[in-house]
């Protein structure tokens, strides 16, 4: 870069060469960084990645060193994928640059490597750079491109090395379930691991037996107040262990099992005196923790905020991306959300620090800055996630941001300035307290000092087993050792071991990122895949597998336990790590793994020629013939089928293992679905192409149906009987509720499609029928002939039973607009007849007609 072009980027006014082209994945962020760049330079979005694999086939040559071909991702409804190609590709020819500025991570080196084979002319005339920033602020923009450089072909490798992993597994794999159990199935190198993590924990839990142990408690009173409890902790030599199994054990532990013993303890030792043994005062000190790395993001979004992995990163996107901060513009709040880094710039941390001795004082701030260490793989080129300015307070940002965004905004601020803070202290004091052959313990702890904790206190996942120290913020009396205590009582308390408990979000991708599964861009990933493939469910915040899920997790761990274990997986990350750090060749990497994969997929095509299994046995019984039901799959995924088929051809969808899931965020306990409206029996939930619906289980007789809600709309109501007959048939006709709003039809439908429509008074000029309120598919309200298809006689704007002063039509129409008002028309293009309408009650009030002529 020139001289002249980096004296101009550092400049405030910050305008260089003449139109240069900036590609960045997405609108809101092309948006912000617009704003920074000024009128010199066209800032483009490629909507994400604009090449893949092909979606029809391999797209890997294996005996050709694994060479991938890459295709222009085809149109979509909800994407022109061509169009946006296009549009870069003339922008970037007319364009005297071309800066590259996907995310700074593998998928956006991918995209802008991409990016640079589809759109760059090929003559080669123009330079192409990279440019990356960890944060969306004026001076991160300006650093960028002040040093810009060119795509790293080793992030690239490792991008490539993994989507081609990626294709292999699924490819590969995929169709042996498909011919085995049946249903358009999928297995995924990562995603088939966690499913295994979640139907493990299940059986752990199956296989759990409980174990009774007992505490005991007493409950003393010294020379100076307050009274306080101490637990038995040892008895004789042994040291007493809560919630374990006898196998557990050590020689020098042992546990209170049964009621006999709990009972022969309590009434050996309320015959003993209670006298102090030691007591032991030290001075501990909490610090704080680093600041939020993604998965620990997640994790404590789910916990405190109540945040699924995947909204917890939408969030975070749009905070990244661009904020509108009203008179500043659209401005990045926090650094890159995809991170497994806690370094933090220099910079930033004076400003941490610089905020915190202003606002909380000296004894808040540390003598020199806290510094963390990182995990050992962990990418130190990312920082941390931290807010871009600190001064930017939760609080001041409170009317700027949405409920979601202020809330994840407000942990990330918490967190990080708290990470800058002094640790907290507490005086810690325990008392060891004789009685005979028993040893009790009290343990109590004072704030001496809150440090960060004044600021951000990190919550936890579960609740604490009993015998953690769950007391550890109370006060104990001041005694001395020697001092007799008065015992006021001696309380048993019984316990029961219990299970594991089963994974939620936040402990799942704990789980997957201690075993080193997955990378902060695929958690969230994991979390949806597993769960819209219908292999895990989220039941109160809890990850239950599937029937099918159970089935294809054993199915794949008959032939492919070696690809699919944590320890193998954790292993192919830190092989993408080496690609990524250019000590691993790519190819080299597939060679390795494929050698192994295609062994095992030998095996298993081999295996599932005696082990194909059409359907699933449930604990579910048919409610039409009393026959057990069995999961089978279809086109729409799973379902529940009679066992007795094809004598009972009974179905219904699998329910979740309670009744319905409070959605997300949602207050209420879910209602009772109502009965059949028509025949009065109970309705079933199915699947069908457009999604989940209830429908009659006295179909065939009983073809009724009921839509059911999605997302936070409210669910439609049943149909409701109105006192009229229907002219076609006889039947009742009901109001009901449909796409455009409310409408009456037959009772007796899909049989009778009478639907009675809304007339306007107005004949047709066609045909002398009724002119009906339509709507159309976009829900635009138009007016036409009741009697279509028979005439097709139809009118955008409303018909009126008045006819042309003009031309002698035999109708007017009628429209609002905001610049005329409303006025009447002749309905014949070539009569120029128009005039205004009035009010009808302003035209009273008046004295005046209800129509003048317009304008």
Known sequence: ???????????????????????????????????????????LASIGHIKDLPAKELGVDVENNFEPTYEVIPDTKKRNNKKIVSDLKKAAKASEAIFLAADPDREGEAICQHLAEEIVPKKGDKPVFRVMFNEITRNAIKDAFIEPKQIDRNLVNAQQARRVLDRLVGYKVSPILWKSIGGKLSAGRVQTVAVRLVVEREREIEAFVKTEYWSIVADLAAALPPNFEAKLARIDDKTVKTGKFDEDLKANETHVKTTDEASAIVAEAEKESFIVESVTRKERKRNPTPPFITSKLQQEAARKLGFSVKRTMTTAQKLYEGIDLGTEGLTGLITYMRTDSVRVSDAAIENARGYIGKQYGESYLPGKANTYKGKKDAQDAHEAIRPTDVNRTPDDMSALLGPDELKLYRLIWQRFVASQMTPAVFDQTTIDIKAGRFTFRATGSVQKFDGFLKVYQEGRDDKPQDGEDDDAERTLPAVSEGEQLKLNGITPNQHFTEPPPRYSEATLVKALEEKGIGRPSTYAAIMTTIQDREYVEKIEGRFHPTPLGTTVNDLLLESFDDIFNAEYT??????????????????????????????????????????????????????????????????????????????????????????????EGEAGEAEAVPPCELCGREMALKKGRFGPFYGCTGYPECKNIRKIAKGDQKPAPPPEPINEICPKDGGQLVRRQGRFGEFISCSNYPKCDYIKRETIGVACPKCGGDIAVKKSKRGKTFYGCANYPKCDEVFWDKPIAEPCPQCSAPLTLEKTTKKEGTVRYCKNEACDYKISVVDTSEAADAGADTAAPAA
């Open 1 to 43: 870069m020139s001289e002249r072009l980096r004296a101009e980027i550092a400049s405030d006014y910050f305008f260089p060469m003449s139109k240069n082209l900036v590609i960045v994945e997405s609108p809101a962020k092309a948006k912000t960084i617009n704003k920074y760049l000024g009128q010199d330079y066209t800032v």
């Open 570 to 663: 954790a292993r192919m990350e830190l092989a993408l790590d080496d690609i990524e750090d250019g000590k691993l060749d790519w190819r080299n990497a597939l060679r390795g793994f494929y050698d192994k994969f295609s062994k095992d997929l030998e095996h298993a095509v081999e295996n599932i020629k005696n082990k194909k299994q059409t359907s699933i046995p449930t604990d579910e019984v048919c409610e039409k013939c009393g026959a057990g039901m069995v999961i089978k799959f279809g086109r729409f995924g799973q379902f529940l089928a009679c066992s007795n088929y094809p004598e009972c051809k009974n179905t219904r969808e699998v329910a979740s293992k309670r009744s319905s899931e409070k959605a």
